[in-house]
Structures are given as structure tokens and as C-alpha cells.
């Protein structure tokens, strides 16, 4: 028994290691997955369900010329429930991003926001938790707000090995999710008029990055 309850503490010393070293912490500013992502180090982006601001913050901390707004209903099923806009902009103003970032309260279904009025827009571990035509609706919201030519990085919640290792009991955290299909996520990006420009993997990730076309082909039947 003795043996066991070891083995259980360097089990759970070896993922809270990997917690801080593979995925930054979980109340860490969290690190860009793609460096593709707004390369030009500038423009206003988009946080999709930022939840406490780690996506956000993570990317203004590593595009500094960069603008953003974090959106959440911050209730429900969708939110956590000490997360409010007011701890993510304390949290913005601890790392020193807070004359960059403003927040809007608001269901990613239903964004309050106008056509065409960002350059970028970042989810991380949001989207996923919306159910299969919440999702898509979403991602739809995503596209009518971005700039043709914005870029997309979604981010959602994959069971791999890390998740076992760092959260080993069944049902739990991060292992309590389904494994997510790819093909599914990339048709929904697709549907909603991205180009898929990069796909990967980080640690309990699932990553895409795509593109707003400059138009699309109902644009051009307008057109012509």
C-alpha cells in the first residue's frame, strides 16, 4: 500500500512538472502554438471564450505592437466561475499588457461585434466546449468579424499522452474529453469560408490556423 501512495506522489510530481515546463502552468500567460500567427507583430485581434486571458495576454506579451479584445459570456456552462472581466484585466495589468486589451462580455454565437473589424482572432480551449452547431456557429462569427486576409488560430482540447501522464485519473480535467476528429474541425473552418494554412499538435492540443480569403466565391457572383 505504501508502495502505491508513492507511486501515486511521483505520479503527480511528474505532472505538475509537465504542467509548467510542456504547457507553461495553467495560470501562466499561455505560449503562441504557431509562429505564423500575426508575424507581422501587429494588428487588433480577437480572443474567442478568453476565459481568465491567458491566450490573449500570452499573444500581446509576444506580439507587442499587437491590440486585443477578449470576449466572453462569463456565466454558464461557458465560463468558470471566478473568471470575470475585471480578473482579466488585473491579470493584464500583472503583465503589463493592460493599455492593449479591452473586453467585451458577450456569447461567441451571438458576437455584438461589426463585420470585417479585426485582423486576428485567437480561441484557446473554448470553442470545443460548444457543442457541434455551437462550434460551428461560432467559427461562422469568427469569419464575419475578420478582416479578409485575418487569421484564425484555434486551439482546442486534445486527450494525448501528456493529458494521461500530467491528470492519470479517468473522467477528469482534461481527461474527461472525447478525442476530437481532425476532419470534423477542419470541414467546420472550411464551411465557414478559412483556408487551413497550418495544422498541429502541441501538448493537449489540437491546433489550426487559417485564413479569411481577400473574397469568396458568393462575393464574386455578387460582383459579376
Same mark, same amino acid.
Given at each position: 500500500? +505504501?508502495?502505491?501512495?508513492? #507511486?501515486?506522489?511521483?505520479? $503527480?510530481?511528474? @505532472? &505538475?512538472? *509537465? ?5 507553461? !502552468? ?18 487588433? +485581434?480577437?480572443?474567442?471564450? #478568453?476565459?481568465?486571458?491567458? $491566450?490573449?495576454? @500570452? &499573444?500581446? *506579451? ?5 491590440? !486585443? ?156
Amino acid at each position: 500500500m +505504501v508502495g502505491l501512495w508513492c #507511486a501515486i506522489g511521483v505520479w $503527480g510530481i511528474v @505532472g &505538475l512538472i *509537465l504542467t509548467h515546463t510542456m504547457m507553461g !502552468g495553467l495560470n501562466a500567460p499561455q505560449r503562441l502554438v504557431s509562429d505564423q500567427f500575426m508575424a507581422s507583430g501587429r494588428g487588433r +485581434v480577437l480572443d474567442v471564450g #478568453a476565459g481568465s486571458g491567458r $491566450g490573449l495576454i @500570452g &499573444l500581446l *506579451l509576444a506580439r507587442p505592437q499587437a491590440t !486585443g479584445t477578449a470576449l466572453d459570456i462569463y456565466s454558464g456552462f461557458f465560463g468558470i466561475t471566478d473568471n470575470t472581466p475585471e480578473r482579466l484585466m488585473r491579470n493584464a495589468r500583472i503583465a503589463g499588457v493592460a493599455d492593449r486589451a479591452d473586453t467585451v462580455t458577450a456569447d461567441a454565437t451571438r458576437m455584438p461585434l461589426p463585420d470585417a473589424s479585426y485582423d486576428a482572432a485567437i480561441s484557446t480551449y473554448a470553442i470545443d466546449h460548444m457543442g457541434r452547431e455551437g462550434s460551428a456557429t461560432a467559427i461562422r462569427e469568427v469569419a464575419r468579424v475578420l478582416k479578409p486576409d485575418g487569421e484564425f488560430l484555434l486551439e482546442i482540447v486534445n486527450p494525448d499522452i501528456w493529458v494521461k501522464v500530467m491528470m492519470p485519473i479517468p473522467h477528469f480535467g482534461l481527461n474527461a474529453h472525447f478525442r476530437p476528429d481532425p476532419a470534423r474541425w477542419r470541414a467546420m473552418l472550411k464551411d465557414a469560408g478559412f483556408d487551413v494554412i497550418e495544422e498541429g499538435t502541441a501538448p493537449a492540443t489540437l491546433y489550426w490556423l487559417a485564413r479569411k480569403p481577400r473574397s469568396t466565391p458568393a462575393a464574386e457572383t455578387r460582383r459579376s
